[in-house]
């Protein structure tokens, strides 16, 4: 994977979707897994392959049994077909819209430097995760620098990339919307997760003990850190080399909810049915307070606009074209 890191870009999309390669202003050419940087404080990104996948969870994908029925909270078996309900029904989906994606989380310094050049409506996050651990302590934990950054709604991630265009002069970057998180989590696979069905706690940052709940099982392996760790912490990237698309934060998407997919069979479409005012928007991939189940690359949530969490940030995308 090559790495770029220039004061400004001028893509050129010069070859066939599959093979396409972009060209800098220096003539430098970038291909697909190539990783660039705009600028010292922007993210790094890295250039995503063109083509389509099969977006949802097939039945059986989750096992997560607590469902709504006939409008009431059930438990039902692993397989109902109310489990993931909202994962399908699955369909392919082709992006026709050149991306690149945020190798990280945005961090907490990377907001900062948001905030300290008179960007981000000058919205200083929190920076502190408390827990209760085994002993029944109340433990207090500082998440900064390189940490992700945390209790920023969908409307403060929507101020951020308009700061990072405006300094950069372009208006290309943006938050994704769910279908090219799943292509981008997914990395040309069709497992639960990228790595296969399975994770480890040294692959993700989840919550070993909710995993333990949830499938009745004892799992000593897994851990509960309970805290978002730096985005550059454990063995965590997939196979595009994205890093912590399953875990540690739950990320903001652009895309709104409904409660089955509509069959959008691309990615410019899936774009187009996002720019609305206001609506629920999805987030994807789970975090440090969830289960392994929740980390799923088809796992869904969903949140008002203007809501902050301590559990929550956000990463971005950038169209190359």
Sequence with gaps: MRFFCIAA?????ISSPVHAQYVLQDDTQLSPLDMFQECDVCPEMIVLPQGDFTMGGPIGDSING?????????????????IGADERPLHRVEV?????????????????????????????????????????ERVETIVRGSHPVIDVSYLDAQAYVAWL????????????????????????????????????????????????????????????????????DLDAANGWGLRHMSGNVI??????????????????????????????RVSRGGGYSTAMDFTRVASRGAGEEDYRSTYSGFRIVRQMI
């Design 9 to 13: 870009l001028l893509f050129v999309f």
């Design 66 to 82: 607590l469902v709504i029925l006939d409008g009431k909270l059930a438990m039902v078996e692993v397989g109902h077909p109310a």
């Design 96 to 136: 026709d819209i050149p991306i690149a994606m945020g190798r990280n989380e945005v961090t907490h310094d990377q907001w900062m430097a948001c905030v300290d050049d008179g960007g981000c409506n000058g919205y200083v996050p929190g920076d502190t995760v408390l827990y209760i651990n085994e002993a029944r």
């Design 251 to 280: 990320e903001q998407t652009r895309s709104c909810y409904t409660s089955e997919y509509a069959g959008w069979s691309t990615t410019s479409e899936w774009l187009r049915q996002s720019m609305v005012d206001s609506c629920k």
């Design 165 to 232: 265009n405006e300094k950069l002069g372009v208006d290309v970057y943006r938050l994704p919307t769910e279908a090219e998180w799943e292509y981008a989590a997914r990395s040309g696979t069709q497992t639960r997760f990228a790595q296969g069905d399975a994770l480890t706690s040294d692959q993700a940052n989840f919550l070993g003990s909710g995993t333990e709940q949830l499938t009745g099982v004892a799992r000593p392996d897994l851990l509960s850190r309970r805290v978002p760790v730096p985005v550059d």
